[in-house]
T-cell receptor, first 112, second 112 residues
Framework: DQQVKQNSPSLSVQEGRISILNCDYTNSMFDYFLWYKKYPAEGPTFLISISSIKDKNEDGRFTVFLNKSAKHLSLHIVPSQPGDSAVYFC???????????FGKGTHLIIQP | SAVISQKPSRDICQRGTSLTIQCQVDSQVTMMFWYRQQPGQSLTLIATANQGSEATYESGFVIDKFPISRPNLTFSTLTVSNMSPEDSSIYLCSYSLGETQYFGPGTRLLVL
């Protein structure tokens, strides 16, 4: 039973436009949500996170939105750049000593 | 964040053998984790490794198959025992800083 779902395996966006990656979760005990970016043959790189007490967190071109009632979060990248092409993973945790539960990832392709 | 490294970066092994993967962090950290990413799949938590105590394994993972050591606050090992082709995966270690986890580059394992 997948507790973190990314329903879009891939997404193609034109350079300069906004990329929106979506993530849904089912476990209401999750307290903290993270986005990671992964290139082939590398480990995941932390991008941005959000606590369940917030509904928005922004860091440069990256903004994460959390809708707790819908159990949904999204990552906005604006403007999208060619170097953003990668697989993006959504992850969630209850915090403390708990590990992360990951979605299956979305392959973002930025078209020139 | 601290620098985290893994050895080996990749290996090809024969079924029935064992491989030990090393994970090194360049500063002391309390919590370390081990994950597996099977081909085409997401990252799955294997176990949490704390210094001075037994590792805590997730459902579906057992100590006999994946023994873990955590001899100090900068180092951990994961052994994949009695390997079969189904163990072919990327194995990743991570450490936590607050609620955020930082990942190593991964070890690509192919079992023939």
């Amino acid at each position: 039973d997948q507790q973190v779902k990314q329903n879009s395996p891939s997404l193609s966006v034109q350079e300069g436009r906004i990329s929106i990656l979506n993530c849904d979760y089912t476990n209401s005990m999750f307290d903290y949500f993270l986005w990671y970016k992964k290139y082939p043959a590398e480990g995941p790189t932390f991008l941005i996170s959000i606590s369940s007490i917030k509904d928005k967190n922004e860091d440069g071109r990256f903004t994460v939105f959390l809708n707790k009632s819908a159990k949904h979060l999204s990552l906005h990248i604006v403007p999208s750049q060619p170097g953003d092409s990668a697989v993006y993973f959504c992850a969630a945790t209850r915090g403390g000593a708990d590990g992360l539960t990951f979605g299956k990832g979305t392959h973002l392709i930025i078209q020139p | 964040s601290a620098v985290i490294s893994q050895k080996p970066s990749r290996d090809i092994c024969q079924r029935g053998t064992s491989l030990t993967i090393q994970c090194q962090v360049d500063s002391q950290v309390t919590m370390m984790f081990w994950y597996r990413q099977q081909p085409g799949q997401s990252l799955t938590l294997i176990a949490t490794a704390n210094q001075g105590s037994e590792a805590t394994y997730e459902s579906g993972f057992v100590i006999d198959k994946f023994p873990i050591s955590r001899p100090n606050l900068t180092f951990s090992t994961l052994t994949v025992s009695n390997m079969s082709p189904e163990d072919s995966s990327i194995y990743l270690c991570s450490y936590s800083l607050g609620e955020t986890q930082y990942f190593g580059p991964g070890t690509r394992l192919l079992v023939l």
